[in-house]
């Protein structure tokens, strides 16, 4: 993260914006794109209850 300058502040901002959550643990990967935004892709939630 520090070589792209992209902050665990940036990645838990998109995590609230487009996962609607604040758990990292809900996280699968973090992209960086190619045009600077961060893109997230949440963990599987079979076998868990949906967070409320």
């Not at 300058?5 to 699968?28: M, P, S, W």
């Amino acid at each position: 993260m520090s070589a792209a300058l992209i902050t665990k502040t940036d990645v838990f901002e998109t995590a609230r914006q487009e996962l609607h959550t604040t758990e990292l643990e809900d996280v699968k990967a973090a992209i960086l794109e190619r045009n600077g935004q961060v893109s997230l892709i949440r963990k599987s939630n079979m076998g868990r209850a949906p967070k409320k």
